[in-house]
């Protein structure tokens, strides 16, 4: 599993319902685990992939770049991708994790 964070630059109170309404477009029941965090200048994106390989499709494909400009939301400013060591959510580690 990989975990990826994503900062996007911007007021919060405008970012964050851009992101609610891109959300609400995607089955979020297929999601291992996502965070979005308020900064002050902007939000912050905590995602997680199977694999690395499933998070270079989705950082580089057409879809979530089309549904972030569909929606308002600015490219990030950063982007990065780190493999995951473990993960408890809710009390409870995610099959998908590997150890």
């Not at 911007?10 to 996502?34: C, K, M, N, W």
């Not at 900064?39 to 979530?64: H, K, L, N, Q």
Request: hydrophobic share 40%; glycine share 6%.
């Amino acid at each position: 599993m990989h975990a990826s964070i994503w900062k996007f630059t911007g007021d919060p109170d405008d970012l964050t319902p851009r992101y609610d309404a891109l959300l609400a477009e995607v089955p979020t029941s297929e999601f291992i685990a996502q965070l979005c965090l308020r900064a002050p200048d902007g939000i912050v994106m905590v995602d997680t992939c199977p694999s690395r390989e499933a998070f270079e499709a989705f950082a580089t494909g057409d879809w979530f770049r089309d549904a972030r400009r569909r929606h308002g939301l600015p490219d990030p400013t950063e982007v990065r991708d780190y493999p995951v060591h473990d993960a408890i959510i809710a009390g409870e580690r995610p099959e998908a994790v590997v150890r």
